[in-house]
């Protein structure tokens, strides 16, 4: 076995604290990687503190991970010692399903085997995150990572990238579209680039007045306060989408009054806690409302390929793993520029 440190939650209530545990030896298939950058993604506070419901414990959170290849298994043709490698939101799937044979294994219907905070296909065997020194995964979930952008920011690629771009390339966002990103956070903000490269007119809907600055560095070609009434009335009836990167309880029916007919409000923020929705929201102008998980595997490495060619990666805040409780309150309150990377030599 292979000795880990990490940072873990050993019960819903207890802080995020030095953890060592035993990773599988290195399995024909399989590839090793040191974790040099891991992102802070707000699920990872979602399930330490058990607000989806279902939480394994001790967790070691972490899905947006990168790394140097350190060990290959012998049948491994993708991944030699040395290269880039990145893991996402999954470590596994079925591959036998139909989602899993479409390239859905975020969808796979026996049930994917994700990065923490879940079971390894024999259903027994729990999965540990990024928050760690090391990781084995099986070549077919591990990603190449250009070395043309910076590694640290490429890491929130792995979740806030995949999850934001898979939607937008989905429903064909682009030229001609007007795109609101409700949320500027980790998400968002990569909605705000995806939206932007794909030739959308992009709007940031946020709470936060003072991140309008940063929205329109970010390329958003209009910001509304979403506390502001006039602001909102302003924007009725005008969205073709909505992508809502919300992490806390809102109003969806609110927001569905800003999309034209035909409109799709589009949800991959994940607040606990229910909401109700008014049919009535929905059914003058024929609006949807979806959601959308991460990405398939061959899609997240297409993103990642379309970053390294259009030099698309995360705005971040490095950070030492010892002040990830800091980040997390910071998280909380919306103030992350964008978002948080752990430095995992300071583990
Ligand atoms: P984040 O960095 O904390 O960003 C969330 C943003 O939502 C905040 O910055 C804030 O933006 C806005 N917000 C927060 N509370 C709000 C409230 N009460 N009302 C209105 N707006 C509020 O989080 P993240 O890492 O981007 O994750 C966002 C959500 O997506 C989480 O629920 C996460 O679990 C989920 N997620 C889903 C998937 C998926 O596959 N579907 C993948 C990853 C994450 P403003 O300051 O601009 O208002
Ligand atoms: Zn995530
Ligand atoms: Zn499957």
Redesign the pocket.
């Known amino acids: 076995m292979i000795t880990t440190k990490s940072y873990a939650a050993q019960t819903k209530e207890t802080p995020l604290a030095p953890w060592n545990f035993d990773r599988r030896e290195v399995g024909p298939h399989d590839v090793q990687f040191d974790i040099t950058f891991c992102g802070?993604?707000?699920?990872d506070?979602?399930q330490i503190r058990d607000e989806w419901g279902g939480s394994i414990f001790p967790m070691v959170p972490g899905h947006e991970i990168v790394g140097r290849v350190v060990a290959v298994g012998d049948q491994v043709t993708k991944f030699k010692i040395g290269d880039l490698a990145g893991t996402g939101?999954m470590v596994d799937s079925c591959r036998i399903c139909d989602n899993c044979q479409h390239g859905l294994e975020?969808y796979c219907s026996n049930g994917n085997t994700l990065t923490y905070n879940s079971l390894e296909q024999d259903k027994k065997t729990p999965t540990y995150g990024g928050y760690s020194n090391t990781i084995v995964v099986n070549e077919d979930f591990v990603l190449h990572i250009s070395d043309k952008l910076d590694l640290a920011a490429t890491a929130p690629l792995l979740?806030?990238g995949i999850?934001t771009y898979s939607p937008l390339r989905h429903w064909k966002v682009g030229k001609g579209h007007k795109l609101a990103v409700?949320?500027?956070?980790?998400?968002?903000h990569m909605g705000v680039k995806f939206g932007v490269a794909f030739g959308a007119e992009v709007t940031?809907?946020?709470?936060?007045p003072k991140?309008e600055e940063d929205a329109r560095k970010l390329g958003a070609h209009k910001f509304v306060v979403?506390s502001d009434p006039a602001q909102l009335e302003a924007v009725t009836g005008y969205f073709d989408f909505i992508l809502d990167?919300?992490?806390?309880?809102?109003d969806y029916n609110q927001y569905l009054t800003l999309l034209k007919s035909d409109g799709v409000h589009i949800?991959?923020?994940?607040?606990p806690t229910p909401s109700s929705l008014l049919a009535f929201s929905l059914i003058p102008g024929r609006k949807s409302i979806a959601?959308?998980?991460?990405g398939g595997i061959a899609e997240t490495q297409e993103m990642l390929d379309f970053c390294a060619e259009h030099n698309i990666v995360s705005d971040i805040e490095l950070t030492d793993i010892k002040d990830i409780d800091a980040a997390y309150e910071r998280?909380?309150k919306?103030?992350?520029r964008?978002?948080f990377v752990i430095d995992m030599a300071t583990l």
């Not at 802070?40 to 699920?43: D, I, L, P, Q």
């Not at 959601?291 to 991460?294: L, N, V, W």
């Open positions: 802070v993604c707000h699920s506070l979602h939101c975020q979740c806030a999850t409700l949320g500027l956070g980790g998400l968002g940031v809907l946020s709470t936060s991140k979403t990167t919300v992490s806390a309880e809102h949800c991959v923020g994940a607040p959601g959308s998980s991460i998280m909380l919306g103030d992350v964008y978002r």
